[in-house]
């Protein structure tokens, strides 16, 4: 039933009420694995996915403090859901949100990578956009797509423009090595310098 209500509630745009769908959704998924599976075959990744359209530039809605909101509580829902949890990143991997056109998919790492651009300037995002990622890129098909959205430069970007700041530090160091367990992807981060920024951020 709630569920239901959330997707009544993404669809006329409540912030408040998807804020607090996601929230509890970020409290009952991991490490509960009953759970997690519970939330996928009940279509929360829908909610949560949708909430997060909403507050992007796909959605064309203002970043205000309540989409603000959405999208850590989203992120965080994100996380809970997938974490560890195959069948569900499956599941988030081949969502696609119906608020763009075709030239857009608007494919989950899309809208990870718009919040990176969007919230470059906001450390209490951007921790929760690569706790999402952290989680998201062990599977393969989320890692190779982030690798195509310039995660390695966000990487780069975010180790030196935060690297005083040690939460968004913390999960973007955690998402750092997983991206890098992909060949090709460390050769990316090496070039974009992140040995460096990270060396120069222990020593902050």
């Known amino acids: 039933e709630l569920v239901e209500e959330a997707t ?11 804020e607090s769908i996601c929230w ?3 409290n009952l998924g991991y490490p509960d694995q009953a759970n997690q599976s519970l939330l996928g075959a009940s279509g929360a990744f829908n909610i949560i996915c949708h909430s997060l359209a909403l507050c992007s530039s796909f959605g064309a809605t203002t970043h205000s403090a309540s989409s603000v ?6 992120l965080r829902a994100l996380r809970s859901i997938s974490h ?9 991997f081949e969502w696609k949100t119906p608020l763009v056109s075709c030239e857009r998919c608007g494919h989950l790492c899309d809208l990870l990578s718009d919040f990176m651009s969007v919230y470059s300037e ?8 690569w706790f999402a990622v952290a989680s998201l890129s062990t599977e393969h098909n989320f890692l190779r797509t982030f690798g195509s959205l310039r995660i390695c430069e966000y990487a780069a970007n975010t180790i ?12 973007t ?10 060949g090709e992807l460390s ?9 460096e920024a990270l060396t120069m951020a222990l020593k902050a």
Not at 69 to 74: L, P, S
Not at 84 to 92: R, S, T, V
Not at 122 to 129: G, K, M, N
């Open 160 to 171: 030196n423009r935060f690297c005083e700041e040690e939460e968004v530090m913390q999960w």
């Open 187 to 195: 050769l990316q981060l090496g070039r974009h310098h992140c040995c």
């Open 173 to 182: 160091a955690m998402a750092t090595a997983v991206i890098a367990e992909d």
């Open 122 to 129: 906001q450390s209490d995002v951007l921790q929760w956009i």
């Open 69 to 74: 909101m959405v999208v850590q509580e989203g």
């Open 8 to 18: 009544e509630a993404a669809a006329s745009r409540q912030a408040a009420f998807l």
């Open 84 to 92: 560890n949890h195959p069948a569900n990143l499956k599941l988030l």
């Open 24 to 26: 509890c959704i970020g």
